[in-house]
Structures are given as C-alpha cells and as structure tokens.
C-alpha cells in the first residue's frame, strides 16, 4: 500500500488549479465482502460527479487488492472552472 | 492534518468485524469551493450506507479545514454481518 507516498505528495497547491483525493481503505474479516471497495468506488465518484465537472483524463485511480486490505487511491485534478456544477 | 496517524494504526484485521476508512483531501486554488469537502462527506456517506448497515455510533468523521486543503476521515466499524445489505 503506497497511503504514505499518496498523500505526502501534492501538498502545495498550484496557482491555477485545485485537486481533490480520496483514499479508501477497507479492512475486511474473513466473512467480508471482498468487492465493497468497487461498488463504493463508483457511488464516489457519481457523487464527485453530482458536485463538480470531472474530465477523464484529469482522473487516476489505483486500487489495490490485498488478502485483507484493499485500498483505492482517487486523485482528481479539477480545472479552473470545474467546481462551478454546484454553486 | 493527521493522515499518516490515521492510517497508520488499525491496519491489521481483527477477527469479527471489518473496517471502513475513507480519506479525502481538498487542495484548492485560491477561488475554488470551500464547502465542497462538506457536501461530499454527505454524499459518500450515503453511498456508504446503500451498501451496508451503518451504526451511527460505530462512525467516526474527522474533519480539518485549513487556508488551502481540507480533509476529511471517515472511520467505519462495520459489524460482523453489516455488509449483508447488498449480497
């Protein structure tokens, strides 16, 4: 799991952008549904969409199956203009 | 901001139930939209909730803001038989 190295970077914003992250970890006992972090992926990003305009190239996402831990990295670069959706 | 504390502990399973964390961090530029980390905390947590029983007092929300990033940590305890909603 790369958490650490996720968020250490890109802490400083730039003059003419913004950016939003979304780390999602799920820690599941055996019993656990091994696919809750794909389903919750998409309502994420659905409800990012509700809020703000998202171009597909500006999206990276990386998610992670471990035997216990998957994690899914979102990290959304919003033009200029791009949170304006819900104003 | 807390984010490597924040997931820095609870990362080994225990035995009977399973965890939730989602870690969102807003960098905004200098007009971007301050309430945005507000308005997604509630639609995650209803994408949340369509998946699996939450128990309010097995959620833990942490929110930061500051000048330029906000953050956001949602901490879910999901019982031993939460995620049969969407089996």
Redesign the interface.
Known sequence: MN??RF?SR??S?????????????????????SD?VN??RD??L???S???QIDDEKVSIKMERGA??STLAVDIE?P?NG?KK??
């Open positions: 958490l650490f968020f890109g802490q914003a730039p003059a003419a952008r913004e950016r939003l992250q979304v780390l999602l970890a799920h820690e599941r006992a055996a019993t656990g549904d809750l389903k919750l309502e994420i659905k409800a990012i509700k809020h703000m216990q831990v919003i200029f949170n819900a104003a």
